[in-house]
């Protein structure tokens, strides 16, 4: 089943968020294949966080992951209004299988 | 550049079937594992299936499991999903997304296509 995320979090420009990712898989076999994605309503979305904390070339380092036993989380820091999307957390499950959280939307107020 | 472009989508009544397909380029596509991931209307996103780069390994979520069937033939560096006994829940936007190696386990989606829309409706 999904893993658990809030459904909103909201902060001023330049304050910090962070947004929690909770379920069995995270913790799935020791592995750390834990990502996290935002999507703008409309778009494709983007991959801005993966094997727990690695980010892709281009994002900026506002946005970091971590993970403490099943709860993975995300930080968004500095926040600025682009910011503002709908962010999901995915894990590896094992079986070839993946697993997305409920989804959060952050506000930028 | 990355291009994925999905195909294949429409309105089908319920227990029909569709085939979505997904047209990659811009990178090497033999050497990619490949997603498929839905979103309902108003609703988040769910990895429905994955595929290994040699078609040997396969994983599908346990909502579709039996139901559909993932492929993709590097040849024509294309990726498909065939859907029968379609369901009403079924109805959503569907992605296909290129994996960041080659095997499913730590391949998270580093590319996504702007989807197809499947509509199950009498």
């Known amino acids: 089943s999904a893993l658990t995320q809030p459904p909103s979090a909201s902060g001023s420009p330049g304050q910090s968020v962070t947004i929690s990712c909770t379920g069995p898989?995270?913790?799935?076999?020791?592995?750390?294949?834990v990502s996290w994605y935002q999507h703008h309503p409309g778009k494709a979305p983007k991959l801005i966080i993966y094997d727990v904390s690695k980010r892709p070339s281009g994002v900026p380092d506002r946005l970091s992951g971590s993970k403490s036993g099943n709860t993975a989380s995300l930080t968004v820091s500095g926040l600025q209004p682009e910011d503002e999307a709908d962010y999901y957390c995915?894990?590896?499950?094992?079986?070839?299988?993946?697993?997305f959280g409920t989804g959060t939307r952050v506000t930028v107020l | 550049e990355v291009q994925l472009v999905e195909s294949g989508g429409g309105l089908v009544q319920p227990g029909g079937s569709l085939r979505l397909s997904c047209v990659a380029s811009g990178f090497n596509f033999d050497q990619r594992a490949m997603h498929w991931v839905r979103q309902a209307p108003e609703k988040g996103l769910e990895w429905v299936a994955g595929?290994?780069?040699?078609?040997?390994?396969?994983g599908y979520a346990d909502s579709v499991e039996g139901r559909f069937t993932i492929s993709r033939d590097n040849a024509k560096n294309s990726l498909y999903l065939q859907m029968d006994s379609l369901r009403p829940e079924d109805s959503a936007l569907y992605h296909c997304?290129?994996?960041?190696?080659?095997?499913?386990?730590?391949?998270?989606?580093?590319?996504w296509g702007q989807g197809t829309l499947v509509t199950v409706s009498s």
């Open positions: 995915s894990s590896f499950a094992g079986g070839n299988t993946y697993v």
């Open positions: 898989s995270i913790d799935f076999g020791g592995y750390n294949y």
């Open positions: 595929i290994t780069w040699s078609s040997g390994g396969v």
């Open positions: 997304g290129k994996g960041s190696n080659s095997y499913v386990s730590g391949s998270p989606i580093d590319s």
